[in-house]
């Protein structure tokens, strides 16, 4: 059985954009990416699916269930994580775990104390009192404490340093290991890279790729940024190339050993190599396909 299963989905929000004609299937047991930029329909869909918000058209089912006709048997599968949480004022970390578990019916104090040391979260101040990066830790122990089949997290590691971000995929990898589903929606290309097995890429509430990891890799171009001379003319799968400032910058697709002889014939002072963004890999998709926007 796949965990989800979404069929033609679309939200309509009048002339506003919402997700249109969406087709995706993430199997159980997967470690699931869902990629693309602010205002790309990630948090849209996750609503939808969860029953937040009602379709416009199409179907999803989660674990078999229909997401309109079964969702509360749906929500005791699915740990949620939304991009902000928001709590009831003057609770105590304490007690909104307490509740998030009884609104369930379960025994988490176990869970959430391991939880709580391991993201270094204190459970006696107040809510009010805690920063962004200790609310979305809230968020999490919530999201996580009643150990869910399926876990749908939603930009999860805004606020959070690298060592709490380190921990957390840590605590995500065991938790798939187990045999935990998750379904990760992120702006943040390199956590998908480094956590999912597969991904899809949503642009302007349209999929336009779905692949393992490995592949949506392989076809992404670097941004290569040289400040010296070097002569480029003869070098291969070079594209949108930027001059100024005595650098050149252009996204790189080729053959990484002829980049490198490249660059050691010319003059560099300075050099980086980096991902490039994600509009930028969207258009190494589109142009892939022979289209351009």
């Known amino acids: 059985m796949d965990a989800i299963n979404i069929k033609n989905l679309t939200k309509n929000y009048g002339k506003a954009r919402g997700i249109t004609d969406l087709n995706l299937t993430v199997h159980k047991g997967e470690f699931f990416g869902f990629i693309g930029p ?31 006709k079964e969702k ?47 993201l270094q979260l204190d459970t006696s101040r107040k809510v009010d009192e805690l920063s962004f990066g200790n609310r979305k830790k809230l968020a999490i122990v919530c999201a996580l404490q009643s150990m869910p089949d399926l876990l749908i997290l939603d930009e999860p590691t805004g606020g959070l340093d690298p060592l709490m971000q380190r921990e957390f995929f840590a605590i995500l990898r065991e938790r798939n290991q187990k045999g935990t589903t998750i379904f990760l929606s992120s702006h943040v290309l390199s956590e998908i890279q480094r956590n999912c097995t597969r ?31 070097v002569a480029l003319d003869g070098l291969a799968g070079i594209r949108d190339r930027k001059e100024g400032d005595g650098a050149v910058s252009f996204l790189y ?21 980096s991902e490039p963004d994600l509009e930028e890999i969207f258009l190494h998709y589109y142009e892939k396909d022979g289209v351009r926007e």
Do not use: W
């Open 199 to 229: 991904a899809a890429i949503i642009r302007e509430g349209r999929l336009i790729a779905c692949d393992s990891v490995e592949a949506l890799s392989k076809t992404s171009a670097k941004r290569v940024t040289v400040h010296g001379s």
């Open 253 to 273: 697709s080729g053959e990484m050993d002829d980049l490198l002889r490249t660059l050691a014939s010319g003059h560099i002072t300075d050099l980086s190599v």
């Open 72 to 118: 509360e048997a749906i929500l005791r599968q699915v740990g949620y994580l939304p991009s902000e949480a928001v709590f009831y004022p003057g609770m105590k970390v304490k007690d909104v775990l307490k509740l998030s578990a009884s609104l369930r019916k379960d025994d988490c104090a176990k869970e959430a104390k391991e939880l709580c040391e391991r």
């Open 38 to 68: 602010n205002g790309a329909g990630k948090s849209t869909t996750i609503r939808t699916l969860l029953g937040l918000i009602s379709p416009s058209g199409g179907s999803a089912q989660i674990f078999g269930k229909d997401i309109v």
